[in-house]
């Protein structure tokens, strides 16, 4: 049964910075993601602080808002069938050590926290995650 669904896709400020934003696209569009909306953007610190709120109350929040918010990213929408998991197969674990071999933080990511992409982690955390970059 199909069952399409969007998710948000971020290619972090570690990952544009070493210019690896269209082999990471290619991954997404060869694993059968349609990119239906894009865009490169820098965001303030507050406005990271702002998408990242979920995460307030973490250790790391302060150092990872400065990091989203300290160069340029690529903000995607993608949409495939059960995009949300797919994409988190794709992306693979969140910290690169731990990630399985073919994924793209295993391929690209440097650390935890330079972990080259983000992407929702449920329908409704994709949902307020689109509608943060993408309103209508
Ligand atoms: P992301 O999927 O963008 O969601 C939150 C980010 O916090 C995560 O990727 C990591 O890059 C970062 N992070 C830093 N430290 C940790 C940690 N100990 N556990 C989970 N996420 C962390």
């Known amino acids: 049964m199909s069952n399409l669904e969007k998710t948000l896709s971020i290619i972090k400020p570690d990952a544009v ?3 690896l934003e269209n082999e990471i696209k290619n991954q997404f569009l060869s694993n059968g993601f349609e990119i239906t909306n894009e865009k490169k953007i ?6 990271a ?3 990242y709120k979920v995460h307030q109350t973490k250790p790391f929040y302060n150092d ?3 990091y989203l918010s300290s160069g340029p990213i690529v903000v995607m929408i993608l949409e495939k069938n059960n995009a949300i998991l797919a994409n988190r197969k794709l992306m693979g674990a969140t910290d690169p050590n731990k990630a399985e071999e073919g994924t793209i933080r295993k391929k690209y990511g440097l650390s935890i926290d330079k972990n080259s992409v983000h992407g929702s982690d449920s329908l409704e955390n994709a949902k307020i995650e689109i509608n943060f970059f993408f309103k209508d």
Not at 42 to 47: A, L, T, V
């Open 17 to 19: 910075e070493r210019g």
């Open 64 to 66: 990872l808002c400065s």
């Open 49 to 51: 602080e702002d998408f």
């Open 42 to 47: 820098k965001i303030s610190k507050s406005e």
